[in-house]
């Protein structure tokens, strides 16, 4: 039986070479979305208020800076939303 060529290679040489480009290609545009990220976007942007309610800021030293709000006036049982905001 015969190998059989593809531009001169054999078909696993040329698949194994399209798997590197493709892999080339990938590292490429992960390493340029990288770049623009740090350099062309503003992560510290203020957010606009997420509800009606006095905005505080605590500084933790394992967790960086988490911001809270606090309503005073209203009536019923505390509640308290937890949630995430990873910017890098």
Same mark, same amino acid.
């Given at each position: 039986?015969?190998?059989?060529?593809?531009?001169?290679?054999?078909?696993?040489?040329? =698949?194994?070479?399209?798997?590197?480009?493709?892999?080339?290609?990938?590292?490429?545009?992960?390493?340029?979305?990288?770049?623009?990220?740090?350099?062309?976007?503003?992560?510290?942007?203020?957010?606009?208020?997420?509800?009606?309610?006095?905005? /505080?800021?605590?500084?933790?030293?394992?967790?960086?800076?988490?911001?809270?709000?606090?309503? /005073?006036?209203?009536?019923? /049982?505390?509640?308290?939303? =937890?949630?995430?905001?990873?910017?890098?």
């Amino acid at each position: 039986m015969q190998k059989q060529e593809f531009g001169g290679k054999t078909a696993a040489a040329a =698949i194994g070479s399209g798997i590197v480009g493709a892999v080339a290609a990938l590292g490429g545009v992960a390493i340029g979305w990288g770049a623009y990220s740090t350099l062309g976007v503003d992560h510290q942007l203020p957010l606009e208020p997420a509800i009606v309610a006095e905005q /505080r800021w605590f500084r933790s030293t394992t967790a960086g800076e988490i911001s809270y709000y606090v309503a /005073r006036e209203a009536a019923g /049982r505390p509640l308290v939303l =937890i949630h995430s905001r990873v910017a890098s």
